[in-house]
């Protein structure tokens, strides 16, 4: 079983909605962003676990849900719930494109899921295997994480999670997010998520406005390389989108960087390759083909 490579629609936005609220459900295809997560996990109370799958199972049977890059997160595992909900999703005619497994510990974690989906898929008559993405947010998921990059072939994504995260380590909590005392962590899953080719993704401000600190916290995940963020707010999809979608003249130079290289090669391979004073290489072309990929999407 393989994961055919992620959409090549970007993720620069990824608003998660409580999966809970049907009101707020129905209105989330319509919000703008890039990804909706439903959040089956911290969003939902322990004693409307079921309930709350349940009123997911029946949003994602509307019409407006179709076309709509989605994805889920389930409880965690260890938790009376996981299995439920992950063997719920996979039997979806309309299932999400991936799941958001959070509390991701180390590859363990993400092998009990994967056999979840293998047998709900088989018994749903599926032939396209569900996705996973992987929420980091504790100290153990941070000190395995290279290890969980590359532990399966469902896994399409790493996710950044500040709040569960800041309990784990001890960390003081705040929407403002002290940008510095977060930089080795985002550091480490961007170069888990690099080496293993698939996608970095900052976890939300803890906050709902577009202010400073949000502003801050955003253009320093871009800056760094993350391929998006997660909102928590409808209000910070937009601020996202652009923040995240390159500039006119980024996008030029991104295909110019390309065209220039498909030419030498087509040209026999010659060697030194330049375009505009800078030297050209293979690192060069997937630096623009990561450009290319956040541009927004057509239509």
Known sequence: ???????????????????????????????????????????????????????????????????????????????????????????????????????????????????????????????APMGVQALIENA????????????????????????DLSASLGRARGAGAELDSWLAIQDAVLVAARAHDITAIDGPYLGVKVDEGFQAAAERARDMGFDGKWAIHPAQVAALNELFTPTDEELEHARAVVAALEDAEREGGRGAVALDGQMLDEAVRIAALRVLARAAPAG
């Not at 260890?78 to 958001?100: F, G, K, Q, Y």
């Not at 153990?140 to 709040?163: D, Q």
Request: hydrophobic share 45%.
């Open 140 to 163: 153990a998921g941070v000190a395995h994480v290279t290890e969980i990059a590359g532990s399966s072939p469902r896994l399409v994504g790493l996710i950044l999670g500040y709040a």
């Open 1 to 127: 079983m393989s994961i055919s490579s992620p959409s090549p629609a970007p993720r620069r936005s990824c608003l998660s909605v409580p999966g809970s609220s049907a009101a707020m459900l129905a209105k989330a295809p319509s919000r703008g962003a890039d990804e909706i997560v439903i959040d089956l996990e911290d969003a939902v109370a322990i004693s409307v676990k079921d309930e709350a799958r349940e009123t997911v199972v029946a949003a994602l049977a509307e019409p407006q849900w179709r076309g709509v890059r989605t994805s889920v997160r389930v409880n965690a595992p260890r938790t009376p719930w996981c299995h439920l909900d992950v063997m719920a999703l996979a039997s979806l005619p309309n299932a999400p494109e991936t799941i958001v497994v959070p509390k991701v510990e180390s590859p363990a974690d993400l092998a009990f899921v994967e056999r979840l989906l293998d047998g709900a898929e088989a018994a749903a008559g599926r032939t």
